[in-house]
T-cell receptor, first 114, second 112 residues
């Protein structure tokens, strides 16, 4: 079975500073990887996904993530954050064959400090 | 507008009183799923459905039931709610093998 670890439950960052949110996964088979964002009092929205091809994936709102198979990681990065990026971010994995089941990490709450 | 809708958005009930949370999607998606979100635990899957009349257990199915009689609807049923089912519930849908799930706005349930 697959699992996801988000080590940082909370990350405070100053506005316009860079940020990295860490995600590690474990699986005995190939996986697809996702980052979802949850703004306050809203549902989840897909930020970006890695299915195949280039290991550097660009998403919405200036975010990007890099798939590193040897380190089983899929860290999310943004070079300069804004107040509007305040949200909870979830990393998720899915097996690559015929099953849309998502396994989520426990989430990282990103707080932007003005 | 393509969307997943859930009703009600907020619900306070008492232990043992049966309730249903509805979920509907207008995107003709085959796959639908229910999650619960609890602090420090992230989202955990309750049940999912690959198509009409096809449902299966997720990671935390105890105390819940689902049905999928129509493609667009996937209600979550709590026949005898208990306080440990107090949580934020999300419904999601996806096109078959698209791997992008669309989430509803959530239903906050409190069981006293």
């Amino acid at each position: 079975a697959q699992s996801v670890t988000q080590l940082d439950s909370q990350v405070p960052v100053f506005e316009e500073a860079p940020v990295e949110l860490r995600c590690n996964y474990s699986s005995s088979v190939s996986v697809y990887l996702f980052w979802y964002v949850q703004y306050p009092n809203q549902g989840l929205q897909l930020l970006l996904k890695y299915l195949s091809g280039s290991t550097l994936v660009k998403g919405i709102n200036g975010f990007e993530a890099e798939f590193n198979k040897s380190q089983t990681s899929f860290h999310l990065r943004k070079p300069s954050v804004h107040i509007s990026d305040t949200a909870e971010y979830f990393c998720a994995v899915s097996l690559t064959f015929g099953n849309e089941k998502l396994t989520f990490g426990t989430g990282t709450r990103l707080t932007i400090i003005p | 507008e393509a969307q997943v809708t859930q009703n009600p958005r907020y619900l306070i009930t008492v232990t043992g009183k049966k309730l249903t949370v509805t979920c509907s999607q207008n995107m003709n998606h085959e796959y639908m799923s229910w999650y619960r979100q609890d602090p420090g635990l992230g989202l955990r899957q309750i049940y999912y459905s690959m198509n009409v009349e096809v449902t299966d257990k997720g990671d935390v199915p105890e105390g819940y039931k689902v049905s999928r009689k129509e493609k667009r609807n996937f209600p979550l049923i709590l026949e005898s709610p208990s306080p440990n089912q107090t949580s934020l519930y999300f419904c999601a849908s996806a096109q078959e093998q698209s791997y992008e799930q669309y989430f509803g706005p959530g239903t906050r349930l409190t069981v006293t």
